[in-house]
């Protein structure tokens, strides 16, 4: 579980993105796309579910993508190469379906690009016509242009001032694409209000769209029920049913309202630590 190598991706005083390629052969050997692990910094610490951007079997590493956002986050952040984590947990949750739909969009934003990208890349060895919509603040905090323009048919960026590609948002060059072409799925991750919006845009073309929440966990083994999410109107566990559901029969204001349960004792916490 040793850190292999650390590259800073993006940093910037609101937004700091960090890619570890960490040593786990036994998970690098059986890790698929859409899966993930759970991190552990510290024998104190929480657990944190992470998406396993890339493996190489070779060399039995893995490589995890992570914002720093709260305690844990920063934590993992602070180790450099040749440190080791306290634990690491997979590989979890349900891979994507890769096989040859045809013509596919998949939309990020944010660190969820790191997450749409092993995707992507699958679905183009499996032969799909790959159309990427990349989304971020500003250029300074895009990630991974590079590799997914490489495994893409079609390649587009916004960014919300307009600093790099088109200003707006990925759902609006989603809808525009929509608009003129058919598609047989749409795979977005990224913010919650993001996949939300691209669940509502692709309900009205009727394309089958699929979703990787981030919703909390404390186990990822499906004991705890931290990760509930209401779809189709059953209760699902993130961790073990997804962590993919389809887009249009999840309760979006039920999940906003989930993650938002321990915002300000996350934020005390991390203060109190950091002091």
């Given at each position: 579980?040793k850190?292999?190598?650390?590259?800073?991706?993006?940093?910037?005083?609101?937004?700091?993105?960090?890619?570890?390629d960490?040593?786990?052969?036994d998970?690098?050997?059986?890790?698929l796309?859409?899966q993930?692990?759970?991190?552990?910094?510290?024998?104190?610490?929480?657990?944190?579910p992470?998406?396993?951007?890339?493996?190489?079997?070779?060399k039995?590493?893995?490589?995890?993508?992570?914002?720093e956002?709260?305690?844990?986050?920063?934590?993992?952040?602070?180790?450099n190469?040749?440190?080791s984590l306290?634990?690491?947990?997979?590989?979890?949750?349900?891979p994507?379906?890769?096989?040859?739909?045809?013509?596919?969009?998949?939309?990020g934003?944010?660190v969820?690009?790191?997450?749409?990208?092993?995707?992507?890349?699958?679905?183009?060895?499996?032969?799909?016509?790959?159309?990427?919509?990349?989304?971020?603040?500003?250029?300074?905090?895009?990630?991974?242009?590079?590799e997914l323009?490489?495994v893409s048919?079609?390649?587009?960026v916004?960014?919300?001032?307009?600093?790099?590609?088109?200003?707006?948002?990925?759902?609006?060059v989603?809808?525009?694409?929509?608009?003129?072409?058919?598609?047989?799925?749409?795979?977005a991750?990224?913010?919650?209000?993001?996949?939300?919006?691209?669940a509502?845009?692709?309900?009205?073309?009727?394309?089958?769209?699929?979703?990787?929440l981030?919703?909390?966990?404390?186990?990822?083994?499906?004991?705890?029920?931290?990760?509930?999410?209401?779809?189709?109107?059953?209760?699902?566990?993130?961790c073990?049913?997804?962590?993919?559901?389809?887009?249009?029969?999840?309760?979006?204001?039920?999940?906003?309202?989930?993650?938002?349960l321990?915002?300000?004792?996350?934020?005390?916490?991390?203060?109190?630590?950091?002091?």
């Amino acid at each position: 579980m040793k850190i292999i190598l650390k590259e800073i991706l993006s940093n910037t005083p609101e937004n700091k993105v960090t890619r570890l390629d960490i040593l786990a052969p036994d998970i690098a050997q059986r890790a698929l796309p859409g899966q993930f692990v759970v991190v552990m910094v510290n024998e104190e610490g929480e657990r944190i579910p992470l998406t396993v951007v890339n493996t190489d079997k070779q060399k039995g590493t893995l490589s995890i993508i992570f914002q720093e956002v709260g305690l844990t986050t920063r934590l993992l952040g602070s180790l450099n190469s040749g440190d080791s984590l306290y634990a690491i947990v997979g590989p979890l949750g349900h891979p994507t379906e890769i096989k040859n739909y045809g013509k596919v969009i998949l939309v990020g934003g944010g660190v969820g690009i790191a997450e749409i990208y092993p995707v992507a890349r699958a679905f183009k060895e499996e032969g799909n016509q790959v159309t990427s919509i990349l989304g971020a603040r500003s250029k300074d905090i895009l990630i991974l242009e590079k590799e997914l323009k490489g495994v893409s048919d079609e390649f587009y960026v916004t960014t919300d001032d307009g600093s790099y590609g088109r200003k707006g948002f990925t759902t609006d060059v989603l809808a525009e694409l929509l608009k003129k072409d058919n598609y047989s799925l749409v795979y977005a991750v990224g913010p919650i209000p993001m996949m939300k919006r691209a669940a509502m845009v692709t309900r009205d073309f009727k394309v089958k769209t699929i979703v990787s929440l981030n919703a909390l966990m404390v186990d990822a083994t499906g004991m705890c029920g931290c990760c509930r999410v209401n779809v189709a109107g059953e209760t699902k566990f993130s961790c073990v049913d997804g962590p993919e559901f389809d887009a249009g029969l999840v309760d979006w204001e039920e999940l906003i309202k989930r993650n938002r349960l321990y915002l300000e004792q996350e934020k005390h916490i991390c203060r109190l630590r950091l002091q």
